[in-house]
């Protein structure tokens, strides 16, 4: 998969993620334990999908898709 340029960082149980070196979104609570616990499974590529869908930037043609399953995974 190709790098869409998100990073992230953890700290006080909050998660910033960045796009392009701009912070896009801060996730907190559940949000931010949930993501941590994909992160420390998931491959480069797949935590660049994520970052880009939870950020809002994802619109590669199967955006219903992906909101139906991060509703369904995630709760938001």
């Known amino acids: 998969m190709e790098d869409l340029n ?3 960082i953890v700290k006080d149980n909050e998660v910033t993620i960045y796009h392009h070196g ?3 979104t ?4 559940d ?3 949930q993501f941590t616990e994909e992160a ?3 491959s480069f590529g797949d935590m660049q999908q994520l970052m880009a869908r939870l950020t809002g930037n994802y619109k ?3 955006e ?3 909101k ?3 509703r369904e995974k995630y709760g938001y």
């Open 6 to 8: 998100f990073t992230y």
């Open 22 to 24: 701009r912070k896009a």
């Open 26 to 29: 801060t996730l907190r609570g």
């Open 31 to 33: 949000k931010a334990r």
């Open 40 to 42: 420390d499974s998931a």
């Open 60 to 62: 590669r043609g199967n």
């Open 64 to 66: 219903k898709h992906a």
């Open 68 to 70: 139906k399953i991060r």
